[in-house]
């Protein structure tokens, strides 16, 4: 494989959420002029692609993600031009710019909607998934993603709209070749335009399956599961083999899918190394296995993961991927909580220790490796925001049908797994200095900034050269640096320890052990590791052999037997 190796299996992937990034105009909300300030922070970090959310028209009713234009710049981040420029001085600094693919769904607000919902003779009609309703109500059982019902009443037509996410996000009919073929040019737009590649959302869902049939409605929840129901359906990678052709054969791109419900057989199709359809898929199954066992609470939690669990998982997907298809590795991002605060401690004491270990055990998997904003400063959960503060749909929808409507719990707790679990823990702006609004922006923020933003931002970081930022900063240059990284086969020891969490990397000729220590207990483990054994990287200054202190992190290199 090593002759074989693409760039993107040795990159290392930086992820913008645009609009809580850097203000560059003083209106609260990041934008691409901000972005383009900071691309020396970017390429002193070492990343080499940068994964851009959402910067398309928009009304925002889920951040971006529900499109009125795709070919054109939401105003609040700025214009065409200035994407422009923030793409040929990324290219300067040879970092890549990969554009979020939103393709499962539109905005209400999109000239196709509009026309679609204008009567059901319309040319766009068909555009969109339209179903006489069943009995007086919803054509199916099925969920909305964000709680409550997927379908939305047309009064004017008579007909329910299916809509998996927010009510302004009608879902696109992928079954109609037009809507493909319009999807294509538009890809083909930002193709020409110089762009690297696409990162895909939930783009396991765009084949619904034929009769839309209900699903399974968990213990003690009121709609069915619409993602065992919909994702990968009956055509999907049909549709992606035809994206292929059309769209992504034209350059040398990255793409990744977000496959809600994947399972290994399909992620190798998604990602097979034949390149017949996506390079990597984005899949969630670990990110589920700290889920409230009650199956109508979700997501919503506050109990940490089991390592057995997540060892058990993480090893499958390393295991039963190789040579076959290619892992995303990645911890958090602006779906998910931060990840020192998810896996780590993010208490003063072991906050900078813990974030490390976390970042090691990540970092040399093999995979291509996605860093999110503020992650390589170890930036936390938001628990400074209260019901009041948070601006996430998904978030609100929680409060409104799980505590006000469906008295499944208090809101005591559910603001206490709104800390844990919720989106906006990543979406607080990025923590730049302990100046007001931490240097993010001179106006009001559109979000209220985390609290510890004067003790953990990036000027303290760049200042401390045992920071979390230099760490990262050595983990991304070794993948650049060390083949086995990226090609070497993965190994689990001792899956059953519910402490530590050790793996080797093994080449032909030499291999890595690497081990994390999950507690904040010393613990004495025997890896028998060779004498005169090198450290690659440790988060203590020294070793201590066979013990090991509190989250402790370390990797060694040495010659095969």
Avoid: C
Avoid at 47 to 57: E, G
Avoid at 484 to 493: E, S
């Amino acid at each position: 494989m090593t002759e074989n190796i693409k760039w993107w299996q040795k990159a290392v992937v930086y992820q913008v959420y645009p609009r809580s990034f850097q203000d560059a105009d003083g209106d609260g909300i990041g934008d691409l002029k901000g972005i383009e300030q900071r691309l020396d922070y970017i390429e002193k970090l070492g990343a080499d692609v940068i994964w851009l959310n959402p910067i398309y028209s928009s009304p925002d009713k889920d951040n971006g993600y529900d499109i009125s234009n795709y070919e054109d710049i939401n105003v609040k981040f700025g214009n065409m031009l200035d994407f422009d420029r923030l793409l040929a001085k990324a290219h300067d600094k040879n970092i890549k710019i990969v554009m979020d693919l939103v393709v499962n769904h539109t905005s209400d607000q999109h000239d196709w909607f509009i026309e679609s919902r204008s009567s059901k003779d319309n040319d766009k009609r068909d555009f969109y998934i339209w179903r006489d309703p069943v009995n007086g109500h919803e054509p199916n059982n099925w969920g909305s993603f964000f709680s409550g019902p997927a379908w939305k009443f047309d009064e004017k037509t008579g007909q329910y709209y299916l809509h998996l996410f927010v009510e302004g996000q009608p879902d696109l009919n992928w079954k109609n070749s037009e809507v493909r073929q319009a999807v294509f040019d538009m890809m083909n737009f930002w193709v020409d335009k110089g762009i690297d590649g696409f990162r895909m959302d939930v783009i396991s869902l765009i084949s619904k399956p034929d009769g839309l049939p209900d699903g399974e409605v968990p213990d003690g929840g009121k709609y069915g599961n619409s993602d065992k129901a919909v994702a990968n359906g009956p055509h999907v990678h049909e549709y992606l083999q035809e994206m292929r052709q059309q769209v992504l054969n034209r350059a040398d791109m990255m793409t990744v899918g977000e496959a809600s419900g994947v399972d290994i057989p399909n992620a190798i199709k998604y990602a097979n190394s034949d390149s017949s359809e996506l390079n990597m898929v984005f899949q969630f199954e670990h990110m589920g296995l700290d889920n409230n066992p009650n199956p109508a609470l979700g997501k919503w939690y506050d109990k940490k993961v089991s390592l057995i669990s997540l060892k058990e998982n993480l090893s499958k997907w390393q295991n039963e991927l190789t040579d076959k298809a290619w892992n995303s590795l990645y911890w958090d991002n602006h779906d998910q909580p931060r990840a020192v605060s998810r896996y780590g401690n993010d208490s003063e004491e072991y906050r900078v220790i813990s974030a490390k270990m976390v970042a090691t055990l990540l970092h040399f998997m093999q995979g291509t490796p996605y860093v999110y904003q503020g992650e390589e400063i170890g930036m936390t959960n938001a628990y400074n925001l209260q019901r009041e503060d948070f601006d996430d749909v998904e978030i609100k929808n929680a409060f409104k049908y799980l505590i006000d409507k469906d008295h499944l719990v208090d809101e005591d707790t559910m603001l206490k797994y709104v800390h844990a679990k919720g989106r906006d823990n990543a979406r607080t702006p990025m923590q730049w200095d302990s100046t007001e609004n931490a240097g993010f922006t001179t106006g009001k923020p559109w979000i209220k900034l985390n609290a510890n933003f004067k003790k953990i931002n990036v000027s303290q970081a760049l200042a401390d050269p045992d920071s979390v930022f230099y760490y990262y900063q050595k983990l991304i240059k070794l993948r650049h640096e060390l083949a086995i990284i990226t090609t070497g086969k993965y190994q689990l020891l001792d899956p059953d320890d519910a402490q530590i969490y050790a793996y080797r990397r093994v080449g032909k000729d030499e291999q890595l052990l690497v081990i994390n220590n999950f507690t904040m207990q010393t613990i004495d483990r025997d890896y028998d590791v060779p004498a005169g054994a090198e450290i690659l990287i440790s988060n203590y200054n020294d070793d201590a052999g066979r013990s090991l202190r509190p989250y402790e992190a370390k990797v060694y290199r040495f010659a095969n037997n």
